[in-house]
């Protein structure tokens, strides 16, 4: 996995913190929280724009996104289990990986992934 795909799945790491911030955010410094986990999730999926096209970026981005803030309110905050839920994160989790796979990536003078 490049340095690109690193960027990525931090971007979802931070964007799970900030959805999650939105609903349970209760006082002054879990706001603050929640906007630097935006302004971190935006920044790195930048970073990651740079060399590998958009619509791959934000498909993955917000594939992990969600399927993360989904499981994080099942585990975390009791949110009801259901298998159908189950499937279809699995199924999301299937079309992320897909779009990995057949993503090209900018190559440097030499030919090599950069």
Known sequence: MNRDWTFI???????????????????????????????????LLICATNRLPVSSVYAVFTGIGTMGTVLAEIIVFEEPFSWIKLFLILLLLAGVFGLKMVTNEVSDEKGEAV
């Open 9 to 43: 799945l931090g971007a979802a790491f931070f964007e799970i913190l900030w959805v999650i911030g939105l609903k349970h955010s209760s006082n002054w410094e879990t706001w603050v929280g929640t906007i630097i986990a935006i302004f971190i999730s935006t920044y």
